[in-house]
């Protein structure tokens, strides 16, 4: 998947003082999920106030990094990367142009890619696992099928100028029909 470069599979951490007031993250980090009931949180600047999102605590500004998630078992997702200051109040268009490397599940079936218009992704069956692939000097960020070991789309030319952070958006409850958490998949496993 790193076409034969050296790549470093980061550990990733949700980070609490990011997370919107609906998201409930697990004591591990690795784990997140929407709910009904808003927590009552300080409102500090790194945290998201509509967009229903998390970032991981780890940054990075340089090299090739690789993480996998687990989305088994939801209807609505959006996995990426996003520049250090991406804004995080109000509503959020996700794009390049926003700061947003993104990738997402849509009502059960409806894969897209966030480019500022939203590409439909033809993917059947849907991935269970998607590992997320960054190469900063190269301007790229491709998203993969694990299990499949296929390509699911590239951002490609893209100009890093600041710090990334994973980004991770587990969408809505949506009666228990999108209860599943988003998992993080253990840095011993990934690529496996």
Same mark, same amino acid.
């Given at each position: 998947?790193?076409?034969?470069?050296?790549?470093?599979?980061?550990?990733?951490?949700?980070?609490? !003082?990011?997370?919107?007031? =609906?998201?409930?993250?697990?004591?591990?980090?690795?784990?997140?999920?929407?709910?009904?009931? %808003?927590? /009552?949180?300080? &409102?500090?600047?790194?945290?998201?106030? %509509?967009?229903?999102?998390?970032?991981?605590?780890?940054?990075?500004? +340089?090299?090739?990094?690789?993480?996998?998630?687990?989305?088994?078992? /939801?209807?609505?997702?959006?996995?990426?990367?996003?520049?250090?200051?991406? !804004?995080?109040?109000?509503?959020? =268009?996700?794009?390049? $142009?926003?700061?947003?490397?993104?990738?997402?599940?849509? =009502?059960?079936?409806?894969?897209?890619?966030?480019?500022? +218009?939203?590409?439909?992704?033809?993917?059947?069956?849907?991935?269970?696992?998607?590992?997320?692939?960054?190469?900063?000097?190269?301007?790229?960020? +491709?998203?993969?099928?694990? &299990?499949?070991?296929?390509?699911?789309?590239?951002?490609?030319?893209?100009?890093? %100028?600041? %710090?990334?952070?994973?980004?991770?958006?587990?969408?809505?409850?949506?009666?228990?029909?999108? +209860?599943?958490?988003?998992?993080?998949?253990?840095? !011993? $496993?990934?690529?496996?």
């Amino acid at each position: 998947m790193t076409e034969g470069k050296t790549c470093c599979k980061l550990d990733v951490t949700l980070d609490p !003082d990011t997370a919107h007031p =609906n998201l409930i993250l697990s004591d591990d980090g690795k784990q997140v999920k929407h709910e009904d009931v %808003k927590k /009552k949180l300080s &409102d500090n600047p790194e945290r998201f106030s %509509k967009c229903v999102s998390v970032l991981g605590q780890q940054s990075f500004s +340089s090299g090739r990094f690789y993480f996998e998630v687990q989305v088994k078992g /939801k209807t609505d997702w959006t996995l990426g990367v996003v520049r250090e200051s991406v !804004d995080r109040k109000g509503k959020i =268009n996700l794009s390049p $142009q926003n700061g947003f490397w993104a990738v997402g599940l849509r =009502n059960g079936y409806e894969y897209l890619a966030f480019v500022g +218009s939203l590409i439909r992704l033809h993917l059947h069956p849907g991935p269970q696992k998607v590992g997320v692939f960054v190469d900063y000097e190269e301007g790229l960020v +491709s998203f993969y099928d694990v &299990d499949a070991a296929a390509l699911i789309y590239s951002f490609t030319g893209c100009c890093f %100028k600041e %710090k990334l952070h994973p980004y991770f958006g587990p969408g809505l409850n949506d009666g228990g029909k999108n +209860s599943a958490p988003l998992i993080i998949c253990p840095v !011993d $496993q990934a690529g496996r």
